[in-house]
């Protein structure tokens, strides 16, 4: 795309808001600019009609507007191969700081004519996303976008291009989905040490590592913390596979992941990261936890639904 067409792009992305629900392409948000090569077309159809009327030709005259008129032809084509599309948000699952989010789009062709070459971008990508769309089919397309910073990402606004058939012409509209990603802080690598546990025997009061019986093992799953493996029962066995220790759940006791009793050297972002790895680690072991940010706690539980809220906790924690 010629540097003219990238300005006019930025100027016309400069109004789009996030839009929710579906998205009609029609005449008023679909835009068409030469490219670079049909630029260069209109200027050898340009010098051609000034050759016919200097030397007065008349097969030029006839050239000239044969190649002018397969011109104007792509110029229709282009646009049509846009216009009365349909896009529609789809979902984003949260990630961690570092990663790349993938925004789940659908584009709809409620028409009978097939669209091809179609180019789906957003600032941060790499290479445009490009497909096909059959006639009156729907095409799930998804983009990877990179996720620095914790918190509520919101997805940038996105351009749908498209130079099909000739290339002379670039056919784009922008919009920009109402959908937001949650980004989770990043864990600390390499991982702390879990903090001490709070026993649910007894008093109830004491702190400690305590012994724990194992109550079954099971092959390890990834995010198992290295310490839950069970060193001698993989020597016992002849297979290279991992094994983990499941401890009983009514003696294993409760975590207190604190903000507090986090070392006052350390900032906030590393905090939270601590914090995330922690959460992950509990998950992995079994146990339950419980999560204490200023301003903000969670009570002690497990499971996927209470590792998601204390990881949104920490995603979305402003101090």
């Known amino acids: 795309m010629s540097t003219a067409a990238q300005r006019l792009l930025g100027r016309l992305g400069r109004d789009v808001r996030p839009r929710a629900g579906d998205f009609r392409l ?15 077309f209109g200027a050898v159809v340009l010098t051609m009609l000034v050759a016919a009327i200097n030397y007065q030709l008349s097969l030029g005259y006839a050239l000239t507007f044969l190649v002018a008129s397969v011109a104007l032809v792509a110029l229709l084509h282009t646009f049509r191969n846009l216009a009365l599309l349909t896009l529609r948000p789809g979902r984003a699952d949260p990630v961690f700081a570092g990663q790349l989010a993938e925004i789940a789009l659908i584009v709809r062709n409620e028409t009978q004519l097939a669209r091809f070459a179609l180019e789906l971008r957003a600032p941060g990508m790499a290479q445009p996303e490009s497909f096909d769309v059959g006639p009156a089919t729907e095409r799930f397309v998804a983009i990877a976008l990179p996720a620095p910073v914790r918190g509520w990402m919101q997805v940038p606004p996105l351009a749908l291009a498209s130079a099909f058939p000739l290339g002379l012409w670039r056919a784009w509209a922008r919009w920009q989905p109402s959908v937001r990603v949650l980004v989770y802080p ?58 983990t220790k499941q401890f009983d759940g009514g003696d294993i006791g409760e975590l207190s992941l604190e903000w507090s009793a986090l070392p006052p050297s350390m900032d906030s972002e590393a905090r939270l990261s601590r914090l995330a790895r922690w959460v992950i680690d509990a998950d992995a072991a079994g146990v339950r936890y419980a999560l204490s940010l200023p301003g903000a706690s969670l009570h002690a539980g497990h499971g996927a639904a209470h590792r998601a809220r204390c990881l949104e906790a920490l995603a979305t924690w402003t101090g």
């Open 186 to 243: 990043q864990p600390e690598t390499p991982a702390a040490p879990l903090p001490a546990r709070l026993a649910t025997s007894g008093d109830g009061s004491a702190r400690g590592h305590g012994n724990d019986d194992i109550a079954a093992l099971r092959p390890y799953a990834a995010g198992d913390a290295p310490r839950l493996i069970a060193w001698k029962a993989v020597a016992r066995t002849a297979s290279d596979d991992l094994i």
């Open 26 to 40: 029609t005449r008023r948000n679909v835009f068409v600019l030469p490219t670079r090569p049909g630029a260069l």
